[in-house]
Structures are given as C-alpha cells and as structure tokens.
C-alpha cells in the first residue's frame, strides 16, 4: 500500500482534534510531511507535537518546497480556493474541507486547475462516509414511496464540547491586519455569490455553507436534489433558518441553527409509505461518538423497529481511509468539486427564497 506525503493547511482546532490526530494513526495510509499556519507560536507548537520538519507560514513555499502527494485543506474558508489551486498547480492531490469555497467564481477555479493538472480534488463531507449513512443510502428503497423527509441540525457551538474533550491551541499571535483581510476577503467573496445583499443574509449564507453544506449534501446523496426551493425563512440575524424543499412527489423541510446548549442534534429522517429511517448523528469532535441508523418497518401485520450501528470507526477516519483509495487507485471521489457546486446552487436558492420571504 502506498504512503501518501501529506501537507496539512491550517492548523486550528478541527486539524488538532481531528485530522492529525488520524493521520498519526494511519501510518500506513499517511506520513504528515509539512504543516502550514498563519500563526508562528501555532506551527511551533504543531510542529514540535509531530515532530514535522518542513514548516511555512505561506501555502505557495509549502508546495514549491516538493516532497509532498496530497494537501489537506483546513484553514478559513475565505482561503480554500487559493489554497487548493495552489497545490492543483504544483502537482498535489487535494482534500479539502468544506465549504469547498464560497463563490461561483472560486468554483470555477478550483474545477479548471483540477482539469489541467489532472489530479484529485475531494471534499470532506464527512458525515457522507458515517457507514450508518451509506447503509441508509443502500437501504432507502426499504420504505417504499417517500412521503415526507425532514432534515435537523441545531447544535451547540462546537467549542462548548471540545473545551470538555480536548486539548486545543488557540493562537494569540496572528496579525490584526491579517483578521481584518479575512473579513473583507470574506465580504467580497459573499457579494460575488449573491450581489449587494443585506448584512444577516450574508451571515445566513455563512450559516449554510458551513453547517448547511454538511446537510443538504447528505440530503442529495440519499433523495436527489430538490426541484425547487418553496419557501424559507430565517431569524436571529440570519442565525436561524428553515426552509421547504419541494421534490414534486414529496417535501423535505430543512432547519438548522445554533444555540448555546452542550449538546449535538442533527438527523436525516425519511418517511416512506411502510417504513421510516433516520440517520443520527452525533458530535464528531469526540471521536467514535456512533452514527446510527433507525429503522421502523410495517411488513404485513408486524411493524419492526430497530437500530444499526455498522462501525465504531469514527465518519473522519472512513473519509481519509476514502481519499487515500481514490488517490492511489485513480478512482473519482464522490464529493467532486462538480457536487459541491450543486450545493452551493442549492444555497443560493434558499437564500433567494428568502427575498421572496
């Protein structure tokens, strides 16, 4: 099996709970090559902790220097286009996390440099490798006709848990310049995906490129995309929102928000004409937490109920274990940058429906 060189962008709080914690523990997949921060103490730190040589505060040094396969992608979203179409040109598979970028335009980048040079581009959608996800996705056709869907996600500020769970390094030394320049980048980056629009739409743009993109990502793999958005609404400066999916035979209804209680509930349910799955997910900063899958089926006069989980193995170790197949066997992922831009199609929608509001 090849061991794929691995440079690691942004090092910040799900790189330290997360992604290098299961590089290490996948020795024979990954060797973590190179790490690159805007923070000097953080690439320090980080540095030291793996015993990683080849540090750099510019992603451009990091993938000119050579000696790497693959580039994983982790820093602000406002930077994963630069990012990614930086390594692309250097010769170096990606993965990169989602959002995959916030505009059209950045889309377009990112698929024409993957094009050229001919290498892979993957997105993490981690909750799409949860094996309770991919057996509901085998199992849908179970229910019979969909009736109704619906999609939750209202969680608690990630941070509240891992404070709880894990040790994280949060840098005090990144320029203040360098904080207002994400800003603006971000502003402008929002303006070219949706024109002049109002401060809290913009936010809930943020809303569903982040947590939004994992959802309605999942949605598509396991019922196709929506034929239209019929309705939204959102609430709290934009912090807040719920919006009607129509699917022609069926309706989904999406709600998402963030609150400041210590817990993680996010499902996917599917109500079909004799049977119902949900998919429920829990905090993936505390790793191994299980995805399940539970089932209710009416077969003739029994109705059965029961709950799968297929694996303890955390969705982020599935989805790394995933990239490193794609890569070495020349497969196409199926996060593509192409099904990523479906998504953000899909933002855009529920963002128009909400001046229609």
């Known amino acids: 099996m090849s061991t794929l060189r691995v440079g690691v962008v942004g090092l910040g709080e799900v790189a330290q709970v997360i992604h290098l914690p299961i590089i290490e523990s996948l020795p024979e997949h990954y060797e973590l090559a190179a790490v690159c921060d805007i923070s000097p103490g953080l690439l320090k730190s980080i540095g030291d902790r793996y015993r990683v040589k080849n540090r750099y505060t510019d992603v451009h040094e990091m993938v000119a220097a050579g000696g790497l396969d693959c580039v994983f992608v982790l820093n602000s979203d406002e930077y994963h286009a630069e990012c990614t179409v930086a390594a692309l040109d250097a010769g170096l598979h990606v993965l990169v996390e989602k959002p995959m970028c916030l505009s059209p335009r950045e889309a377009e980048q990112i698929i024409a440099a993957r094009d050229r040079s001919g290498k892979t581009v993957m997105v993490a959608y981690m909750r799409r490798f949860a094996p309770a996800f991919t057996e509901a996705v085998a199992r849908l056709p179970e229910l019979g006709p969909i009736r109704y869907a619906r999609v939750h996600d209202v969680i608690g500020e990630n941070r509240l848990i891992v404070d709880q769970t894990s040790y994280v390094e949060r840098p005090d030394d990144v320029p ?102 949900k998919v429920q997910y829990d905090t993936p900063y505390v790793r191994h937490f299980p995805t399940v899958l539970e089932l209710e089926r009416t077969v003739g006069d029994a109705y059965e109920r029961s709950v799968v989980r297929p694996h303890l193995k955390d969705p982020y170790t599935h989805e790394l274990e995933y990239f490193h197949e794609v890569v070495t066997t020349g497969a196409t992922p199926k996060t593509t940058p192409e099904d990523y831009v479906e998504d953000m199609e899909l933002f855009v929608e529920i963002i128009r429906a909400l001046d229609r509001a």
């Open 176 to 277: 203040q310049e360098a904080v207002d320049a994400k800003w603006a980048r971000r502003a402008e980056l929002v303006r070219e995906a949706l024109g002049d629009v109002p401060e809290e739409v913009g936010w809930t743009y943020g809303l569903l490129c982040g947590l939004g993109s994992h959802d309605l990502s999942a949605m598509r793999e396991l019922l196709g995309r929506p034929r239209e958005v019929a309705a939204a609404r959102m609430w709290r400066s934009g912090g807040y929102v719920v919006a009607l999916l129509d699917y022609g035979d069926f309706v989904v209804t999406y709600e998402t928000g963030v609150d400041d209680q210590l817990r993680f509930d996010a499902h996917i349910e599917v109500y079909g004409a004799s049977g119902t799955m």
